[in-house]
């Protein structure tokens, strides 16, 4: 049998597409093998968010080259946003890539994996279709990625996704239920939702269709087997009333939620193009605490984008500290060719970035303590998702809030039972599984 090894890098957008990637191998009769030596066709889902992803996948890259080149029969195939990017000059640079495709054209890749079928080098095309009717490997039988939509319509001056994945496409309506309810039916219990700017869902389609991110929250809640739905990444331009009432009163909605601060300095927010300033930022975790008091909020910054100075770095820091966030992903501005902020003057320099990550890193673990900390004593409902991978005594599973919760006794894979928190770290909450109290 021949074999495939497939690498992903990048976002959970990725994560899912290959998924689908690697289900169009699977059915094209290619089994999994261990390593990248051992395929006979070697499958890397790219990312281009920053240099760094660039840089391993490329060290990643030249050591196919390498296999291919000890072995021509191996073939060597390229998806993901950097194919996207680079488009038809990548075959000019890296002559040994057999195929690419971009995030919006994966079902190509059956075309070229069928049987005698052409071996075009490549195939660009900033939209295809949506992948939700192609084969499917999914990693987990009761959690699922859902996507809704695809592309953005912001100009966030940092980034390249705009360039790479297209403008927004939003998915029909019953072309997401649809594929819900057969997620159900197939025993997935909770869904996350994926799209470059999922809160803007909606707005692209065509009139007697149209619906709002906040009605498509409502639609899904009332899916049945549905018990936990989650979304990313919402940008907080487009977290209007309507969503939050939806979060708050729709059971399945977990009280969580991933909103991209980047900065905290309103000056450098207007330089990013974030059409937010530091207080609406600030007013929108006050309206989303109001309506859900226990929301976990986490986020993703960017430190040492082009012109931040220590008065802005401060600024970050102090909308930090006022939010207390539970989690978040901490960036080093990286220049990427072609975005707006890779021009501009006042490039921060390296050691500065450096070390403004790690005074904010150490800012996000004391509040993920802190946050954490809170909940000793409270009972979360954990899904369960197996025996822990360090301690096969233990278990793990998530809080809705997306916490990892450890815990013991076990419980089945995929049941929902109540932990009550003993102790946390800044990364897990720590607890025991209560015996279900009996409802008088
Ligand atoms: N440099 C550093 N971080 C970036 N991000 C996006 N573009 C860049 C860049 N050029 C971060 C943002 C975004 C997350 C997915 O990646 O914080 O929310
Ligand atoms: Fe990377 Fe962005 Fe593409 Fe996701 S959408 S894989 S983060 S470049």
Request: glycine content about 8%.
């Amino acid at each position: 049998m021949r074999r495939y090894h497939l690498t992903t890098y990048g976002c959970q957008m990725n994560a899912h597409d290959s998924e689908r990637i690697k289900g169009l191998l699977e059915s094209s009769g290619l089994g999994e093998a261990a390593s990248q030596d051992e395929a006979d066709v070697i499958v890397f889902n790219t990312c281009t968010i920053r240099e760094k992803a660039d840089g391993r996948f490329l060290q990643n890259l030249m050591h196919a080259r390498a296999q291919k080149a000890r072995d021509p029969e191996k073939r060597i195939v390229v998806g993901g946003c950097w194919s996207e990017s680079l488009k038809d000059e990548l075959f000019a640079e890296y002559p040994f890539v057999d195929f690419a495709f971009g995030p919006g054209s994966i079902a190509r890749l059956g075309d070229f994996l069928a049987p005698g079928g052409e071996l075009p080098r490549g195939h660009f095309s900033t939209f295809d279709a949506f992948a939700g009717d192609l084969p499917m490997h999914r990693a987990r039988p009761f959690s699922a990625w859902l996507q809704i939509s695809m592309g953005c319509n912001s100009v966030c001056s940092y980034c390249i996704v705009p360039a790479v994945r297209g403008r927004e496409r939003s998915r029909p309506l019953e072309d997401v239920l649809s594929e819900a309810r057969r997620l159900a039916d197939d025993g997935v219990s909770e869904l996350t939702l994926l799209g470059q700017n999922v809160n803007s869902y909606g707005r692209d389609l065509p009139l007697t269709g149209r619906v709002s991110f906040a009605e498509l929250l409502r639609r899904l809640d009332a899916v049945p087997g549905i018990d936990r739905i989650r979304f990313t990444s919402p940008h907080p331009k487009d977290m209007r009333a309507d969503v939050i009432a939806a979060m708050a009163e729709c059971p399945a909605v977990c009280e969580a939620l991933h909103l991209p601060l980047q900065s905290g300095s309103t000056r450098i927010l207007k330089a990013m193009r974030r059409t937010y300033s530091r207080e609406r930022y600030l007013a929108l975790v006050d309206r989303l605490r109001d309506a859900m008091p226990d929301v976990a909020l986490t986020t993703d910054i960017i430190v040492g984008f082009p012109g931040e100075t220590e008065d802005d770095f401060a600024a970050t820091l102090d909308v930090y500290d006022t939010v207390g966030f539970d989690h978040a992903f901490t960036f080093i501005y990286s220049p990427r060719r072609g975005t707006e902020a890779a021009g501009m003057a006042d490039q921060v320099p390296e050691p500065v970035k450096h070390e403004r990550l790690e005074r904010l890193v150490e800012r996000v673990q004391a509040h993920a303590r802190h946050r954490n900390a809170r909940l000793v004593g409270s009972v979360q409902e954990v899904l369960v998702e197996g025996p822990s991978r360090t301690d096969p005594d233990t278990h793990r599973g998530r809080a809705r809030s997306g916490k990892t919760v450890i815990f013991s006794p076990g419980a089945a894979v995929g049941a929902a039972v109540p932990v009550r928190v003993e102790a946390v770290t800044s990364q897990t909450l720590r607890g025991t599984v209560e015996a279900p109290v009996a409802v008088a």
